[in-house]
């Protein structure tokens, strides 16, 4: 299986369409979150990808609400999906996940944060591989460092600590966009605005 991931277009329609000429050549696109730049406009942002006839699994970042990943699904359902709490699994590869973040204008709280992983990876649990989709980065890896500050998530970490998973996906943080990691097994992507094709 090829994913297209993608994170923080924030309303960039020339940069939608270049992604979904991307995810021609695979078979499902993941976007993590921060679709739009504080809820300025919804408009244009999955239409391409859902010319493209692949799935599409999504979750909030901290510039839109859950509410509004919840409307694009249902306008483009079906074969979009918000996985914000939840998880499907295709092809036998779980994708499971919890948008949002720490901070910003939509956010949760570290303790909200894993309990909806908790919640997301009970639809997963017997998927033979599985994939952990956040906007935000685990706290304590290259992926969330500032320089000055780490501004990943503890219990995001803390979560693929015990669940293990092949993957983490994530955005959030501009300064890491490709940056990779691990912890334990699981291997760690900001995914970026350009977008990463991952394999499993």
Not at 37 to 50: D, H, N, Q, T
Not at 147 to 172: N, V, Y
Request: glycine letters at 10%.
């Amino acid at each position: 299986m090829k994913i297209l991931a993608a994170s923080d277009i924030h309303g960039d329609l020339d940069l939608v369409k270049k992604l979904a000429n991307k995810a021609k050549k695979a078979d499902m696109v993941v976007l993590c979150g921060d679709l739009t730049f504080a809820e300025s406009s919804l408009e244009g942002l999955i239409g391409p990808f859902k010319e493209t006839g692949k799935k599409i699994l999504i979750v909030p970042g901290n510039h839109e609400s859950t509410a509004s990943i919840d409307f694009l699904a249902g306008l483009y359902s079906p074969g979009v999906y918000n996985i914000h709490g939840t998880g499907v699994v295709v092809d036998k590869v779980g994708l499971f996940g919890c948008g949002l973040s720490d901070i910003g204008l939509f956010s949760l709280s570290e303790e909200e944060i894993e309990n909806t992983l908790s919640k997301a990876h009970n639809f997963v649990k017997k998927a033979k591989k599985k994939i952990m989709v956040t906007h935000t980065p685990p706290y304590d890896t290259n992926l969330d460092e500032l320089g000055w500050t780490k501004a990943g998530s503890i219990s995001i970490r803390k979560m693929i600590e015990r669940i293990q998973p092949d993957f983490c996906l994530c955005g959030h943080i501009h300064e890491t966009f490709g940056f990779e990691d691990k912890i334990g097994k699981t291997k760690i992507i900001n995914v970026g605005r350009t977008g990463k094709m991952i394999k499993i």
